[in-house]
């Protein structure tokens, strides 16, 4: 190996001094290095320090996951049924024994039709049975069912509520402190404003809960006119659908005609009665003419 040689004019034991030195520096910074990881990895595996931020354990973070789902789910229903009266008395029986309760019924009569309308709420899980129960009463011609996932906005809503009740507590703190009118005006402006917050949704939660809760039905009813005649069943009923619908409208017509013919019955008697008082008057009056 070549000789290492001091720089010239200056003694070996500088130089010597100096390497030490070097050598020094890199173990101190080699160890130092290594302190900061060993101290990183301990922090890390510790509980966070007081006064810095914790984070929540796996157990308490709510998941959407972990969430309730809540479901909105109605249905609308049209039947053709023999008496309409005593359906509507059906489904409100139904509705009583599994738990729910009419909103509104109307009936109605156009004609010789009779129709009804009804909407009632039954418990959400009672929604299939009550379905199926119904539509066993007649002849089912539309049905529709409609869902509505509600779960996000439900527990949005719940912690907005959280966060504007622990304001509201907050100002009224402030508002027992407040010394001058001008602060006491200022907090009670503010804590108006929380209060109509919190009012608007507690009121949306109460409908998410109860909408999530019961399951609105819509019932059609609708009774056939008397003397309508029905496609029978079967693969021959195309063949006379054709046949069948000229009977009904040829029955439409002649209910229609007659109805004509009575209505219009008052007028022709008037205008039969103007028509002999001008023919009587104008043959009189020929006559007086005749005999001059």
Known sequence: MPNIKPFPGRPMSVFNNLLLLLVLCLLLGMFSGCGSNTKDANLSENAAPSGQFKLPADNEIRTPASMERKIIQNADLTLQVKDVPATVDQITDLTARMGGYLVNSRQYRYEDKISASLSVKVPADKLTSMVETISGY???????ISTEDVTEEYYDAEARLKVL?????????????????????????????????????????????????????????????????KAPQGTIGKAWQGLINSL?????FGSGLVVFLVVILPWVVVFGLIFYLIRYLYRRRKKSRSGE
């Open 138 to 144: 007649g002849e089912l011609t539309d049905k529709t």
């Open 165 to 229: 009740e622990a304001k509201e507590a907050r100002l009224l703190a402030l508002l027992e402190k407040a010394n001058t009118i001008t602060d006491i005006v200022s907090v009670e402006k503010e804590l108006g404003a929380v209060r109509s917050d919190i009012e608007v949704i507690k009121g949306r939660l109460k409908y998410l809960n109860n909408a999530t809760s019961y399951s609105t039905v819509n019932i059609t009813l609708e009774q056939a006119l008397p003397g309508s005649l």
């Open 248 to 252: 009904n409208t040829l029955i439409d």
